[in-house]
Nanobody, 124 residues
């Protein structure tokens, strides 16, 4: 499985962005997740959605209510809709994939495949 994230950019506080993660191979069998890493900080979990229909979702407390994760299995694509962006959301955002669903593994970053990141910069 290969993953490619896109959709990042430079925006103002309060703006929105929609990130996409396109997967090669049968990504419908995989839980898809998003992580971010800000300069000088450790990578942190952002959101995840379960395989196929995406009936399960999980969010970090810092983005809950502002970000929405979704997927289009027909397009092998996962999305992260980010609303009301704030400067503290500035980071490189990565998508990742793993078989199964484990909240502890998701929060820890125990994923099987990782894509290259896309930069999100939010100015105040």
């Amino acid at each position: 499985v290969q993953l490619q994230a896109s959709g990042g950019g430079s925006v103002q506080a309060g703006d929105s962005l929609n990130l996409s993660c396109v997967g090669s191979g049968r990504t419908t069998d995989y839980t898809m997740s998003w992580y971010r890493q800000a300069p000088g900080k450790e990578r942190e979990f952002v959101a995840a959605i379960s395989w196929w229909t995406g009936s399960l979702t999980l969010y970090s407390d810092t983005v809950k209510g502002r970000f929405t994760v979704s997927r289009d299995s027909a397009k092998n694509t996962a999305y992260l809709q980010m609303n009301n962006l704030q400067p503290e959301d500035t980071a490189v955002y990565y998508c990742a994939a793993a078989l199964g669903w484990s909240q502890s593994e998701l929060r820890r970053g125990g994923m099987d495949y990782w894509g290259k990141g896309t930069q999100v910069t939010v100015s105040s």
